[in-house]
């Protein structure tokens, strides 16, 4: 009994020596050693750079310095699916394009969405279609603005015929003159008083469609130093001050239309 146990330990033995042997023969280890020899060297944190011949694959990436796609028509492809058949970003030849889901490649500054035109120094822009930008007639030199002229000497200068169909124009007292004359003259004149009450009276207004022309007074003609004055008041009326109180004393605001 225990010859046959001797014999099948023996074998045992024997076979696991054949087998370790013939797997030690049949590896071939590196020529030299790592990394000069046909072992990969590992990435490291050094600061000598390296090359990896094949994919790597991270979770994420965070880069402190420049990033170089090296070669030409390079992808930096979104999603799962790389090169023409994403979509992301890529470099024609030269030529940056990019492409949405399901779009396709298309240069930076132009499709949809994109901006393009020139413009000309000191002109204000405006959008000649949906996408693109153009001068206008307005004429900015940083202190006027000029409609027509590129000289304009006042804060707006227009060259050229103005049309106001509505609201008329407001002038710098606060007056409003919405008809102008015809046939090179006034059309209309009226005036309104004021009797002092004490040494002072304030006119009613011009009416409407009038506009003030000037102010006066009147009072007693053998005491001339009683007019103390008569001055524009508001946008269409005149203030006199009488220098005492006394009868007949006027003040007047003349309209013209």
């Given at each position: 009994?225990?010859?046959?146990?001797?014999?099948?330990?023996?074998?045992?033995?024997?076979?696991?020596?054949?087998?370790?042997?013939?797997?030690?023969?049949?590896?071939?280890?590196?020529?030299?050693?790592?990394?000069?020899?046909?072992?990969?060297?590992?990435?490291?944190?050094?600061?000598?750079?390296?090359?990896?011949?094949?994919?790597?694959?991270?979770?994420?990436?965070?880069?402190?310095?420049?990033?170089?796609?090296?070669?030409?028509?390079?992808?930096?492809?979104?999603?799962?699916?790389?090169?023409?058949?994403?979509?992301?970003?890529?470099?024609?030849?030269?030529?940056?394009?990019?492409?949405?889901?399901?779009?396709?490649?298309?240069?930076?500054?132009?499709?949809?969405?994109?901006?393009?035109?020139?413009?000309?120094?000191?002109?204000?822009a405006?959008?000649?279609?949906?996408?693109a930008?153009?001068?206008?007639?307005?004429?900015?030199?940083?202190?006027?603005v000029?409609?027509?002229?590129?000289n304009?000497?006042?804060?707006?200068?227009?060259?050229?015929?103005?049309?106001?169909?509505?609201?008329?124009?407001?002038?710098?007292?606060?007056?409003?003159?919405?008809?102008?004359?015809?046939?090179?003259?006034?059309?209309a004149?009226t005036?309104?008083?004021?009797?002092?009450?004490?040494?002072?009276?304030?006119?009613?207004?011009?009416?409407?469609?009038?506009?003030?022309?000037?102010?006066?007074?009147?009072?007693?003609?053998?005491?001339?130093?009683?007019?103390?004055?008569?001055?524009?008041?508001?946008?269409?009326?005149?203030?006199?001050?009488?220098?005492?109180?006394?009868?007949?004393?006027?003040?007047?605001?003349?309209?013209?239309?």
């Amino acid at each position: 009994m225990r010859s046959i146990t001797s014999h099948i330990v023996t074998a045992i033995v024997t076979a696991t020596l054949f087998l370790g042997l013939s797997r030690a023969y049949a590896w071939t280890g590196p020529s030299a050693a790592p990394p000069n020899s046909n072992v990969s060297a590992p990435i490291n944190v050094g600061t000598v750079d390296q090359v990896k011949n094949a994919g790597l694959s991270l979770n994420a990436l965070a880069v402190f310095g420049n990033t170089i796609l090296s070669g030409s028509s390079r992808y930096l492809n979104f999603g799962t699916t790389a090169g023409s058949g994403g979509y992301g970003i890529r470099d024609n030849a030269g030529t940056m394009q990019f492409k949405n889901s399901a779009g396709s490649w298309t240069a930076f500054g132009s499709g949809s969405g994109s901006l393009s035109g020139a413009g000309t120094a000191n002109y204000l822009a405006k959008w000649s279609s949906a996408s693109a930008l153009a001068d206008t007639i307005l004429y900015d030199n940083g202190t006027n603005v000029g409609i027509g002229t590129t000289n304009p000497t006042a804060k707006l200068q227009v060259a050229g015929q103005i049309h106001s169909s509505t609201g008329g124009i407001k002038f710098p007292d606060g007056t409003v003159q919405t008809t102008a004359a015809t046939g090179g003259g006034i059309t209309a004149a009226t005036t309104q008083n004021c009797e002092a009450i004490g040494n002072s009276c304030v006119t009613p207004a011009c009416p409407t469609g009038y506009f003030r022309s000037g102010c006066s007074m009147s009072g007693d003609m053998y005491a001339p130093e009683a007019l103390m004055g008569a001055s524009p008041y508001g946008s269409a009326q005149c203030s006199c001050v009488f220098a005492a109180s006394r009868r007949g004393q006027v003040c007047y605001v003349y309209c013209l239309k």
